[in-house]
């Protein structure tokens, strides 16, 4: 979830451009697109919103480097921070892109990172989704007044729905993190044994602890009730295997009714392969 | 900018008997309603075959188009820029694959082509030739009959799969065609100066975004321009990608492609969706799909 302010100032040309060529004017009524699947563009709206348009932001970010010691556990808090700032930026320039449209969301949102050989340690951060509005009106921007962020596909969006919930933002804590090397007699000493390494162990259990914490903080500044769908990932990037960025990603979400229930399902056996 | 040799080198109307279905089996007799009946060979599954059944279509046959392009670069490029001879050349290559797969679907009496998968292979070497194909199955109108007026002049092409034609169909839209957006977009090497200054920071390369946002929202704007051509009243399934091809990294080509749909309102059906649980064990989805470099992967279509 991005915190900052929506301006057009960091769209290209051609976005508005593509933008304002899906609005319906004088003479046509206007064009969707979206990334949905038939399946997802059905139940967007069952669940009554319809698309607008695929929205999409993007950042090519270089990823500086951070001294550490060898032997020790720590975060390298700048590039923690670096990678946070780059998913941000291509949030943010996306949210933007939903506002030009007017829309009251984003569903189906995907960050992806994309490596270029000409840019060692740079790369391209991507926030992609389509942005949705509600078919009836009604309030569903954030308190502060954007349009919600959501990484749930289509049909987890109405099942959310269904259960008197909306989704709110996109959330994301991220901590990289550098496990400590073994040094070598210690290595040497211990190598026939099976046991566990406490000092791997307690780093990795921390850099966790602290990408959820960080999560849980943005989705409480939204004013959130809980976080769904919560996927934790660890990942080296390219950054050579004992540094590892913990990325724990969810939708927040908020009650909208008081009554949460949800239909018995049925019990199927698939005929599908 | 250097200059470019794109040229369509072959095609398969060369090669190709007329006389003949791809199945190999000759040309059924038309507007006879036909007592002979041909085989048919698709690429359905069986859902996808029960579905496009269900739908009230039939399938008429595997189908594809071919074209083979030399896509190499001749000169030297300099600058950041679009490459618009390049643009046009891969643009033209793949309408060009998906024409001829439209004139296959109207020889076969196809009022639409579903399935249709666009691939691009290279031919290898330093030939820096590629081969566009699309491949799809053509579908009709039960009991309809070949080259009758109730056949439309251009069928329409799809990506989208036989269920998921079945769903729209059962929604009340209908795909209209396929469309698709090219920008090819050089990319400047970083000059020493610049990437001494930059090394140790963390920073965005706001140049580089720019120019690279500004390439994929181009191809965007393209497909938007061909689905407003088509009077559609949305697009959905698109995909966006990057290729470098045979050009190395420095120049990348922003393809988005997806299917035009539009609304038939006396064919809408309530679809009234109910929560179902599978007795089948659920494969847990990549938890890394959300981010990074994975292929995206969604809950089950």
Redesign the interface.
């Known amino acids: 979830m991005s915190g900052h302010e929506p301006s057009t100032e960091g769209?290209?040309?051609?976005?508005l451009?593509?933008l304002h060529?899906?609005e319906a004017t004088g003479g046509?009524?206007g064009?969707?697109?979206?990334?949905?699947?038939?399946?997802?563009?059905?139940?967007v709206?069952?669940a009554g919103f319809r698309?607008r348009g695929?929205v999409?932001g993007?950042?090519?970010?270089?990823?500086?480097?951070q001294g550490r010691r060898w032997g020790k556990n720590v975060e390298l808090g700048?590039?923690t921070?670096?990678l946070y700032?780059?998913r941000e930026?291509a949030m943010t320039?996306m949210e933007e892109e939903a506002d030009v449209l007017g829309a009251d969301g984003i569903v189906?949102v995907?960050?992806?990172?994309?490596?270029?050989?000409?840019?060692k340690h740079?790369a391209?951060f991507i926030a992609?989704g389509t942005a949705v509005s509600a078919t009836e009106g009604g309030d569903w921007r954030t308190k502060r007044g954007l349009p919600f962020t959501s990484?749930l596909?289509g049909?987890?969006f109405?099942?959310l729905l269904q259960t008197g919930y909306a989704p709110l933002g996109l959330v994301l804590g991220n901590c990289v993190y550098h496990v400590g090397h073994r040094n070598a007699i210690g290595a040497i000493n211990q190598y026939p044994r099976s046991m566990e390494q406490p000092k791997i162990t307690q780093a990795l259990y921390e850099a966790r602890e602290l990408a959820m914490a960080r999560m849980q903080d943005e989705a409480s500044s939204l004013g959130a009730e809980g976080v769904v769908g919560v996927?934790?990932?660890e990942?080296s990037?390219m950054m050579g295997s004992h540094i590892i960025e913990f990325?724990a990603?969810g939708t927040a979400v908020r009650p909208i009714s008081g009554e949460h229930s949800?239909?018995?399902?049925?019990?199927?056996?698939?005929?599908?392969s | 900018m250097g200059s470019i040799a794109a040229q369509l080198v072959s095609s398969h109307e060369d090669v190709v008997d007329h006389t003949k279905t791809s199945a190999g089996a000759p040309v059924p007799p038309t507007g006879s309603g036909g007592d002979v009946e041909a085989s048919v060979t698709t690429d359905l599954s069986v859902d996808e075959w029960l579905l496009v059944d269900d739908s009230g279509y039939e399938p008429c046959g595997l189908l594809f188009g071919v074209a083979v392009f030399h896509i190499g670069l001749v000169g030297v490029l300099t600058g950041n820029g679009e490459v618009d001879t390049l643009s046009s050349a891969l643009l033209r290559a793949r309408e060009l694959a998906t024409g001829k797969l439209q004139a296959e679907a109207r020889r076969v009496g196809a009022t639409g082509v579903v399935g249709v998968r666009l691939s691009i292979d290279q031919l290898g070497g330093k030939s820096h030739l590629a081969r566009f194909m699309a491949i799809g199955t053509g579908i009709r109108p039960k009991g309809a009959a070949v080259g009758t007026e109730s056949q439309p002049a251009t069928p329409f092409l799809t990506a989208l799969s036989g269920q998921e034609f079945a769903l729209l169909l059962r929604g009340g839209f209908l795909p209209v065609g396929l469309v698709m957006g090219v920008c090819v977009y050089h990319v400047r090497r970083l000059g020493p100066l610049t990437w001494l200054r930059t090394y140790s920071q963390s920073i965005e390369m706001s140049a580089y975004t720019s120019a690279l946002y500004a390439a994929r929202e181009l191809a965007m704007v393209r497909l938007q321009a061909e689905a407003l051509g088509l009077q559609a009243e949305g697009v959905v399934g698109m995909t966006t990608s990057e290729l470098s091809h045979v050009w190395g990294s420095h120049v990348i080509e922003f393809f988005a492609m997806g299917t035009a749909i539009t609304s038939l309102p006396d064919r809408q059906d309530l679809l009234d969706p109910t929560f179902v649980l599978s007795a089948r064990d659920n494969v847990v989805s990549d938890p890394g799909a959300i981010l990074g470099d994975d292929e995206r992967t969604r809950d089950d279509k």
Not at chain 1, 11 to 15: D, F
Not at chain 1, 59 to 64: A, E, K, P, R
Not at chain 1, 263 to 269: C, R, V
């Open positions: 769209l290209p040309q051609e976005a451009e593509r060529e899906l046509t009524l064009l969707f697109t979206s990334d949905l699947s038939v399946n997802e563009f059905m139940l709206r069952e698309p695929l999409f993007s950042s090519i970010f270089h990823v500086g480097i700048k590039l921070e670096a700032s780059a930026l320039r189906g995907r960050l992806d990172i994309k490596y270029y050989d000409w840019g740079s391209e992609i990484d596909s049909q987890d109405w099942t996927q934790l990932v990942k990037h990325l990603v949800l239909a018995l399902p049925q019990l199927t056996l698939s005929l599908d």
